[in-house]
């Protein structure tokens, strides 16, 4: 076959020129350009994740050598990131059909592979035929053998935590004058303390526009060719947290003479919702007073809503449990806002899971009462304590058994000694006869 003799002719060339780039392909191919390396151990650098190149050998099978080359093409896609060229992103898509109409020898062809290059925007590169061979006896397809290197974005080493995004919190006609603006704030303290949790990955949507028009640069071919693989890798959420200011009224606090006061109060609901299937994980409201909290009141008062609803959402998804421990002292499995330093939080030991005998679900561990933690310091992401009034043996307790519920309150100021009561006034004398004088 004429196609046949063709590629040997060309075998020959690509021959030598492999021969030459011997050693250079031995070595594993260098980090893309621009690709940000993941964080090293104790760097403190965030890991964002980068762009590599896998080197694959794939096999097509068609009628023509071209169809059998672009099946290939597509077996490289999909065995490298997990997906066909047609639900790939753009860049992997431009190569769909490009050996198409294309005879062997320009397959096989240097010019060829830069174009491979060239069209994926460097997402496929060192493209290089193998083998294209005859069909055989009892197969009437051509098969094509190809290497490439195939671009994929390697993911930040904690991309599966949950995936998050809160919602702007809507806010009651009833509420109070200012509780647009608070809830604005509620919001961004709600995801500040959530992000330094550690348990979750915050999505950002505030600045979906801004995130937009950097993306464009990649595709657009304003970035170097390697970045164009972050195209296509913006996560969704797998969760979205609703929320509604009900009331918000600070009050206002007494004068120099105590008159005037008003009490105030907040309440704010709650709900996590599923986005794949709708479904309400939990949903609650939570209330509270102006309480006396030095200070700006309004700001006192919003941080009791962010201690309560991140409080809420941690003990529903991620209990905050003690992750080690060296006699009576811990280490916490979180820190920043999940809890407050030099406040003392209920512990309990979990046993075994329970499960709804009409309807098989989960409901969940049993909880004995263990203990009391009062936590000395909390840094973002862990918090060290101490344990008080242990109930239970805990040499034989396994890491992560033990976990924090309700804050304790403070035990209220000891009452004042009641006062001493005054002497009796002494009586002026009665001028009569005493009853005890006989000579009366």
């Known amino acids: 076959m004429k196609w046949h003799r063709a590629l040997a002719v060309c075998g020959i060339a690509l021959t030598v020129s492999v021969a030459g780039c011997k050693g250079r392909d031995a070595e594993p191919p260098p980090a893309a350009a621009g690709a940000s390396a993941p964080a090293a151990s104790g760097s403190g ?7 590599e190149k896998v080197r694959v050998t794939t096999t097509g099978l068609g009628h023509t050598p071209a169809e059998a080359i672009d099946q290939a093409l597509r077996q490289a896609v999909m065995q490298v ?13 431009s190569v769909l059909g490009l050996a198409v109409g294309r005879d062997p020898l320009t ?3 240097a010019g060829f592979a830069e174009l491979v290059s060239q069209s994926s925007r460097g ?8 083998e294209i061979s005859e ?21 930040p080493a904690d991309q599966g935590k949950l995936r998050i995004a809160i919602a702007p919190l809507r806010v009651d006609s009833r509420a109070g004058g200012d509780a647009v603006r608070i809830a604005a704030e509620l919001r961004q303290r709600i995801m500040d303390a959530l992000i330094q949790s550690g348990r979750f990955t915050v999505l950002e949507r505030d600045f979906a526009p801004e995130l937009g028009d950097e993306m464009d640069r990649i595709s657009n071919g304003q970035t170097s060719a390697d970045q164009f693989a972050k195209v296509g890798q913006g996560l969704g959420a797998d969760l979205i ?30 709900k996590f919702v599923n986005v794949t299937t709708s479904e309400v994980l939990f949903s609650n409201t939570a209330k509270g007073d102006a309480g006396r909290a030095a200070g700006e009141r309004v700001d006192a008062m919003e941080g009791a809503v962010v201690s309560k609803v991140v409080a809420d959402i941690l003990v529903r998804l991620y209990p905050v449990s003690v992750a080690s421990r060296d006699g009576h002292n811990v280490v916490l499995s979180q820190g920043g806002q999940s809890v407050s330093s030099g406040t003392a939080y209920q512990v309990v030991m979990l046993g075994n899971e329970l499960r709804d005998p009409q309807t098989g679900r989960s409901l969940g561990r049993t ?13 973002p992401s862990l918090s060290y304590g101490h344990l008080q009034d242990v109930k239970v043996k805990l040499d034989d307790i396994p890491a992560g058994s033990l976990q924090l519920r309700a804050e304790i309150p403070p035990a209220p100021p000891a009452a004042d000694a009641k006062p001493k009561k005054k002497a009796a006034t002494r009586k002026e004398e009665s001028l009569g006869p005493p009853k005890s004088d006989s000579n009366w």
């Open 135 to 155: 069909p055989g006896q009892t197969e009437r397809m051509i098969k094509a053998t190809i290497e490439a290197n195939v671009a994929k974005y390697k993911a």
């Open 45 to 51: 650098a965030p890991d964002v994740g980068q762009v």
């Open 81 to 93: 990131n997990g997906m066909t060229i047609e639900q790939s992103s753009t860049q992997f898509k």
């Open 107 to 109: 397959l096989s062809s």
């Open 367 to 379: 909880e004995q009462e263990c203990c009391t933690v009062v936590v000395d310091r909390v840094t």
């Open 123 to 130: 997402a496929i590169s060192d493209f290089k035929v193998i």
């Open 241 to 270: 947290w609703f929320g509604r200011v009900n009331a918000f009224e600070p009050g206002r606090r007494a004068n120099a003479d105590g008159e005037g006061s008003a009490p105030g109060h907040w309440s704010v609901s709650q």
